[in-house]
């Protein structure tokens, strides 16, 4: 793509991994979780999905942008996960247990810092809640810089079904410079071990950091495809060091160049095609029998804030933990982050909701269009008409649909449309964020800060 077109698109827009975005949510109360958790009883899809928020690190990557803390002592940890159960027993009892759970998913933070029995007693504590679905996914994230071979043996008695192993890069001065360790052990046992208890295994990079060139990143993803990970994750760093201060360090190091860093995604893409691996969304690559490239193939893609799922995963996300945010039918709600609070709040029988948002019949709308094209690149009409039993028309008002933009779009050759369709082209795919902000209301005047595309 030309640099005057990237230059033109590289400007600030939501990620959507919620519509709304997180940035726009408000005061929400315990009470307005509780009668949100109450009506996803009858959802339309009504399956059930944990997640859990670990918040603790060994120690804190420059880049990052989760809610972290370094390590915390014993003691603080046994607290922080006796809240855990506190919580999921908190909320389970307003959950129809006639339903089915169909995800669970550990994030951070990085969740294999504190000891492992204590993942496993989570994940029987929830299993313990309700009936799964054939093949449920329970996945938990990892980071390799710690563990050994007896952990991650230990991680396969959990029961876990996918791994994400943060890698970052294969460049250990990149590594250093990020204040990230590489992994402890070679990536080839790793995934001998975990593919030895039938799960799959995700390798994850990010690109962009300081140090990193088209020709390292190249060799990094090129070393990382040979081993054949069930799927390739090349995530775009996020600079935003107004909200995350200690981001601040690696503006002094400096970054690569807009262009250059979109060079870094196309030369990776090139060379996961090559090497076999379809294009999933914004930032996956998996292998042509991963159910997530036949959900594409169908139009049938979803994600949540875990990342991207398939309809028969899909359902109603409970969340527990510090900022953990549960994605409801009607709402989602938030837990606020200090962690001692946390604690506190919840032996005290209360959860520890801090903000949120209720969905209007409208925004339920602009949702379903907005992830349709975000997860598939493309957009039928009639499709998501039919799904949300309303009119095309109606759709189109709804997300202040706008012809002339779609035009100027086509023209620049970031996609193509007519009457009933929307299309992403492949070359304008780093901008689907772009297209998704053009349907929605929100952007059309908005004070919300958001991260680049590219």
Not at 360 to 366: H, P, R, T, V, W
Request: some cysteine; glycine content about 6%; hydrophobic content about 35%.
């Amino acid at each position: 793509m030309q640099p005057e077109i990237i230059q033109k698109y590289n400007r600030p827009v939501p990620r959507y991994t919620s519509y709304p975005p997180a940035n726009y949510f408000g005061e929400f109360s315990e009470i307005d979780y509780l009668c949100a958790v109450n009506a996803s009883d009858s959802a339309r899809q009504n399956q059930i999905s944990f997640y859990l928020h670990i918040p603790f690190c060994r120690h804190l990557c420059h880049y990052c942008g989760c809610n972290s803390y370094p390590a915390a002592k014993p003691e603080t940890v046994e607290a922080y996960v006796g809240a855990l159960h506190r919580e999921i027993d908190l909320v389970a009892r307003h959950i129809d247990n006639s339903r089915q759970i169909s995800q669970i998913h550990y994030g951070g933070g990085s969740p294999t810092s504190i000891p492992i029995p204590m993942l496993k007693e989570l994940n029987d504590h929830l299993l313990s809640i309700a009936p799964t679905i054939a093949s449920p996914e329970i996945a938990i994230e990892c980071h390799p810089g710690y563990l050994s071979e007896h952990d991650w043996q230990q991680l396969t008695a959990c029961g876990f079904t996918r791994y994400s192993i943060g890698i970052q890069d294969m460049k250990e001065e990149v590594l250093k410079a990020v204040n990230r360790r590489p992994s402890l052990l070679p990536l080839q046992e790793i995934l001998q071990i975990l593919r030895a208890s039938g799960a799959t295994v995700n390798f994850d990079f990010i690109y962009g950091l300081p140090l990193q060139s088209v020709d390292s990143f190249r060799k990094t993803i090129e070393q990382a495809s040979a081993l054949r990970p069930d799927r390739l994750v090349t995530f775009s760093y996020a600079h935003l060091p107004k909200l995350f201060p200690r981001q601040q360090i690696l503006d002094r190091m400096g970054l690569p160049a807009t262009e250059e860093k979109n060079r870094m995604y196309e030369t990776a893409s090139k060379i996961l095609r090559q090497a076999g691996y379809q294009s999933i969304g914004l930032d996956h690559f998996v292998l042509p029998d991963d159910e997530l490239y036949t959900a594409l193939q169908t139009g049938r893609l979803h994600r949540n804030f875990q990342g991207y799922c398939t309809r028969r995963t899909t359902a109603q996300v409970y969340a527990f933990g510090v900022t953990a945010i549960s994605q409801l039918d009607d709402a989602y709600a938030q837990n606020g982050r200090e962690i001692k609070a946390y604690i506190e709040t919840i032996g005290k029988d209360r959860l520890y909701t801090s903000r949120g948002y209720q969905l209007s019949a409208e925004q339920k709308l602009i949702r379903e269009v907005v992830e349709t094209l975000m997860c598939n690149y493309t957009l039928d009409w009639n499709d998501v008409a039919e799904r949300t039993g309303t009119s095309v028309a109606q759709l189109r008002q709804t997300c202040h649909y706008d012809e002339e933009r779609l035009r100027e779009m086509a023209s620049d050759g970031i996609l193509v449309f007519d009457d009933h369709h929307i299309t992403v082209n492949t070359d304008g795919r780093p901008f689907v964020r772009c297209v998704a902000a053009a349907l929605d209301p929100l952007m059309q005047h908005t004070d919300k800060h958001f991260s680049n595309p590219i």
